[in-house]
């Protein structure tokens, strides 16, 4: 499966921006979707998850509140909407697929296939 995230961009602080990970090559209703972040010099960090029927979602908590994740199966795309942005949230933003469909997971080590990343900036 190929994956091409997009939605990011230039956004002040308090602004909102929605990703979309769209999916190709195969149906995206397989896999568990996760979307991570990284900033240079960082490890990617794992941002939130969602199994491959939406039962159950997952986010670290520094987002929690402000950022949702979502899908659409029928799309074969995966959303993050983020609201209340910081400049703590500045990163480029990859979308990758677990083919273990019921997990949630939030090691990047064991996603299957990634994205190109989508940048987004918050500007204070």
């Known amino acids: 499966v190929q994956l091409q995230a997009s939605g990011g961009g230039l956004v002040q602080v308090g602004g909102s921006l929605r990703l979309s990970c769209v999916a190709s090559?195969?149906?995206?209703?397989?896999?568990?979707v996760g979307w991570f972040r990284q900033v240079p010099g960082k490890e990617r960090e794992f941002v939130a998850a969602?199994?491959?029927?939406?039962?159950?979602?997952s986010y670290v908590d520094s987002v929690k509140g402000r950022f949702t994740i979502s899908r659409d199966n029928d799309k074969n795309t995966v959303y993050l909407q983020m609201n209340s942005l910081t400049p703590e949230d500045t990163a480029v933003y990859y979308c990758?697929?677990?083919?273990?469909?019921?997990?949630?997971?939030?090691?990047?080590?064991?996603?299957?296939?990634w994205g190109q990343g989508t940048l987004v900036t918050v500007s204070s």
């Open positions: 969602i199994t491959s029927n939406s039962a159950q979602t």
């Open positions: 990758g697929a677990d083919t273990t469909y019921y997990r949630l997971r939030s090691d990047p080590t064991e996603y299957d296939y």
């Open positions: 090559g195969r149906t995206l209703s397989s896999y568990s």
